[in-house]
């Protein structure tokens, strides 16, 4: 098992790697059969990705749907294999050209190699249909 030391600082790596939008740096991370649950996605974005193959995937069109973004951690919080972190967000969609700004709690849960087996995250879903989606 990893030290709770270990996962808060894997953990911020990982938010860390999502503000640059370095998804080469978040892949190692992520086990084989790592599940994204993003409970509060828009139509028509998918809800749970399933898979490193697919949570990659999803992180690199992510990246090209935005023209400028950051994330910042706000909090942290372990709880044994799991760690809860609050954080933000801000950027502009290259498609719209608006303001991106979100809040977001996200759960982490990882496997007994240390990697992350589960990623649950929550956001505001109207800050994504304001920026993204037509009026």
């Not at 996605?41 to 193959?53: I, Q, S, Y």
């Not at 999803?58 to 400028?68: D, G, L």
């Not at 709880?79 to 608006?98: F, I, L, N, Y």
């Amino acid at each position: 098992m990893v030290a709770p030391v270990e996962l808060a600082a894997r953990v911020r790596a990982i938010i860390a790697a999502a503000g640059a939008m370095d998804i080469e740096s978040i892949e190692p991370w992520l086990a084989r059969d790592v599940v994204m649950e993003l409970p509060y996605a828009p139509e028509p974005l998918r809800r749970v990705h399933t898979g490193k193959d697919a949570v990659v995937d999803f992180q690199r069109r992510a990246r090209e749907s935005f023209s400028s973004f950051s994330m910042e951690l706000d909090t942290l919080l372990v709880d044994g294999a799991r760690v809860v972190v609050e954080h933000h967000s801000e950027g502009t969609a290259s498609t719209t050209g608006r303001v991106y700004r979100n809040r977001y709690v996200t759960v982490f849960e990882f496997d007994s190699n240390g990697l992350v087996c589960l990623w649950r995250e929550y956001y505001d879903p109207d800050a994504v249909r304001r920026a993204f989606f037509a009026d």
